[in-house]
């Protein structure tokens, strides 16, 4: 990060922190007497559509709900995210809900919440801490079902017909749960089938930058690429610059399977660019207030709230694609 990037993220933790003094105890009711109940929320980033998506979605959701929201964003560090919470807990806010960069590292931080009566809520990707007293709930979707769904669809592509599928893929932020648990869960469906061979995995960090960058990589290295595994649609769209600049056809000489279901993939998709795309709800907005005020209340919440979503085909894409919200 340069320093001037780091300055601001510094001079945003001390804004959220000056804050602090406004802040009493809370009540029963799960409001502050008098005052709403405060959301500390520490986001990984902005680094996709689905982010941007699931940032609107809690901002509005906060504001129609009555919850004052405090908001950081992590610019995709842990090490920020830390600062946050850390921030959050000096600020003595009601509830703390995050979406954690990476899986693991969380237990001092979290603690340190605990000791301070502050409840937590995990949002959209999980820890991988043993202490599941760290956390009162962890709202968000099956990464693990979503990677078999993108390898069921690649089964089924290739049934019956002879011949290897040379697979790349482009893999999440490295350590995070939706990288992990796509790339396994796709791996356990394809692993049943030796044709199957993932001849490159490397990280595009969630980004189209990255996605297309690596993909320039794999595109010089791999002499025959069958398939393309992107871990979200972000990568997918910056891979497909790359291919599309590489002479070759998106869609038709190298076949697509995504994650997330965004509106900029529905788009290529209608355009034939990508073959499959595996849906992840990133509207959390609306459950996260709910649950904040529950976990306020001390009422009993589920431990693990997973979302409902589906598949899209190109056709099940360019239908959807007027309505789609993000
Ligand atoms: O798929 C990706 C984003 O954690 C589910 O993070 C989220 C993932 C999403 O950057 O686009």
């Not at 693991?104 to 009566?117: I, P, Q, R």
């Not at 960058?213 to 690429?225: G, R």
């Not at 190298?254 to 992840?280: H, L, P, W, Y």
């Amino acid at each position: 990060m340069s320093k001037r990037a780091a300055a601001a993220v510094l001079a945003g933790v001390m804004i959220v922190g000056l804050s602090a003094c406004s802040s009493t105890g809370g009540s029963s009711d799960g409001k502050k007497p008098g005052g709403k109940l405060v959301l500390g929320f520490a986001q990984v980033g902005a680094e996709s559509g689905w982010r941007t998506a699931n940032t609107k979605s809690v901002q509005e959701a906060a504001k129609k709900a009555g919850v004052t929201l405090k908001f950081s964003d992590a610019q995709q560090k842990q090490e920020n995210q830390i600062k946050a919470i850390r921030s959050f807990i000096q600020q003595k806010v009601d509830v703390i809900a995050f979406s954690p960069v990476v899986e693991s590292g969380w237990d001092t931080v979290l603690k340190e919440a605990k000791n301070a009566h502050i409840p937590v809520i995990l949002t959209d990707r999980a820890i991988d801490s043993e202490d599941t007293s760290l956390y009162a709930t962890f709202l968000g979707s099956d990464f693990v079902e979503e990677g078999k769904k993108a390898g069921d669809w690649l089964v089924k592509e290739y049934q019956g017909k002879p011949g290897e599928v040379n697979i790349v893929q482009l893999e999440g932020t490295t350590g995070s749960a939706p990288a992990n648990d796509r790339k396994s869960g796709f791996a356990d469906v394809i692993k049943g089938d030796p044709k199957f061979k993932v001849v490159a995995s490397q990280t595009g960090d969630f980004t189209r930058a990255k996605g297309k960058e690596v993909m320039q990589a794999f595109l010089k290295a791999q002499p025959e690429i069958d398939v393309l595994y992107a871990h979200n649609d972000d990568m997918a769209l910056g891979a497909i610059q790359a291919i599309e600049e590489s002479g070759k056809k998106p869609g038709t000489d190298i076949r697509i399977v995504s994650v997330d279901g965004v509106k900029d993939a529905f788009t290529a998709m209608s355009q034939g660019k990508i073959n499959f795309d595996v849906e992840c709800n990133p509207l959390l907005g609306d459950q996260l207030m709910e649950l904040a005020k529950k976990v306020k209340n001390g009422e009993a919440v589920e431990r693990r709230i997973k979302t409902v979503e589906g598949t899209f085909t190109p056709e099940q894409a360019t239908a959807a694609l007027p309505t789609r919200q993000y």
